[in-house]
């Protein structure tokens, strides 16, 4: 054999021995740690969702340890590495006989634990549903996740027709000084987006604040730019928008503010119109929505406080699931006892109105759909059964241990001569 294809078998061992080395499942999981204790430390001053993006939801993380940068693998690139480390090692090379079982079944449970984080961070979708009684529906909205919606007008200024979205994903990517073209397919017109802010605020010119804000000004009013919020569902995104007509040349400017959108599942949004070619449309930033494959009804909300005091102490909704346009069955969402329907999980999450304003209340569902829902439940199982065996063998082997050798101590009692 040549030492030209000697070398590639060469270092494919290496790179075997390396991934399945102790060292490295030792070194992974000290870093997991360490990853683990920043990002909650993180969470305290920025909030949950900010903590998971940056240090569980990346590959490199450059963490400030008082004033000192630190340059660490992300969440995602450490547990990677130690699932492909469990796997080869402990799957894979490791010799199979049947007193190993027990640690085998153990290890496959926290592998199936670790491809559930995976699945769960790319495919799960999670948002939320507010009903007031007698209200129904199959549209779940995000929490934290804007998108421009533009849409045509008919006479009466109603929405007629297609409703074409710039998607968050393309929206989050525009910084509060950058300008973005973005054609829009199936509309006689552009819109350059002139800077997107996650938080701000429409501040008037004649107010005070508006002296020192070094921003554009359309229709009396700045954007000014807040410092993100710690959690990240209370942000009120804002852009400068301007639509540009491709026959006309004719531009129209807009600020687009979060604020306009509807909070309140009764509100109507207040979008922003204007006019192209004879034909009027609205924009706004709205939360991106998507459908679920049932209709949900709000028969009846229950509320109790605690005597003497504003805390709830109970909080449920009596509902009724449609499907096909028939009613299904009435059922009972409450705090600790959600519904698991057609891949969905609906907790029943809060309730409005907003800010403990008098009136009507409605209900709130917390909408989850996790392929891995369960995973890390029969991760546990299977991971509990595994060390189960485990003990079991070792129990087995330990009092066959002990009777062979009191076997063997009574037979050399038994020949040693009087």
Do not use: C
Not at 131 to 153: F, T
Not at 169 to 179: A, R
Not at 192 to 208: F, K
């Amino acid at each position: 054999m040549t030492n030209e294809t000697a070398s590639p078998v060469i270092y494919v061992k290496k790179a075997y021995r390396f991934f399945t080395s102790y060292k490295l499942a030792a070194t992974l999981i000290v870093l997991l740690t360490i990853i683990t204790l920043f990002g909650t430390l993180y969470q305290v001053d920025y909030g949950l969702h900010a903590a998971k993006q940056k240090y569980f939801y990346s590959l490199f993380i450059l963490h400030d340890l008082q004033g000192l940068p630190i340059p660490l693998p992300g969440g995602i690139l450490v547990m990677s590495l130690l699932f492909l480390n469990m796997f080869l090692g402990a799957i894979v090379k490791v010799r199979k006989r049947w007193r190993g079982a027990g640690l085998l079944i153990s290890h496959f449970g926290m592998l199936m634990l670790l491809a559930g984080g995976f699945v769960t961070y790319a495919f799960a979708t999670d948002g939320y549903m507010a009903l007031y009684p007698g209200m129904k529906s199959d549209r779940v909205e995000s929490y934290r996740r804007w998108q421009i919606d533009i849409m045509p007008l008919d006479e009466k200024g109603q929405p007629s027709g297609k409703v074409h979205a710039i998607p968050p994903g393309t929206l989050e990517k525009i910084g509060p000084n950058q300008s973005v073209t973005i054609p829009m397919e199936g509309l006689p017109f552009s819109v350059m987006v002139n800077g997107y802010a996650r938080n701000a605020t429409p501040v008037p010119t004649s107010a005070p604040a508006a002296e020192n804000l070094n921003a554009h000004e359309v229709d009396g009013f700045k954007l000014s730019p807040q410092k993100p919020a710690k959690e990240a569902e209370q942000n009120l995104p804002g852009a400068y928008v301007s639509f540009i007509s491709e026959t006309e040349g004719e531009v129209t400017e807009a600020i687009l503010w979060a604020g306009s959108y509807r909070f309140d599942p009764r509100e109507a949004p207040m979008p922003f119109t204007f006019e192209v070619a004879g034909q009027r449309y609205a924009a706004m930033l709205a939360k991106k929505s998507w459908t679920v494959p049932f209709v949900v009804q709000l028969d009846e909300f229950i509320f109790e406080r605690h005597p003497g005091v504003s805390t709830a102490r109970n909080f449920e909704s009596r509902i009724t699931r449609f499907e096909s346009g028939k009613p299904d069955q009435p059922l009972e969402i409450k705090m600790n006892e959600p519904m698991r329907y057609a891949g969905f999980v609906f907790f029943q999450e809060s309730f409005g109105p907003p800010d403990g304003a008098p009136g009507e209340m409605f209900s709130q569902f917390a909408v989850a759909n996790n392929p891995s829902d369960q995973w890390p439940l029969w991760a546990l199982v299977i991971t509990g059964f595994g060390l189960g065996i485990h003990f079991l063998i070792k129990l087995v082997e330990y009092s066959v241990r002990s009777q062979r050798k009191r076997t063997e101590k009574r037979t050399s009692s038994s020949e040693v001569p009087a």
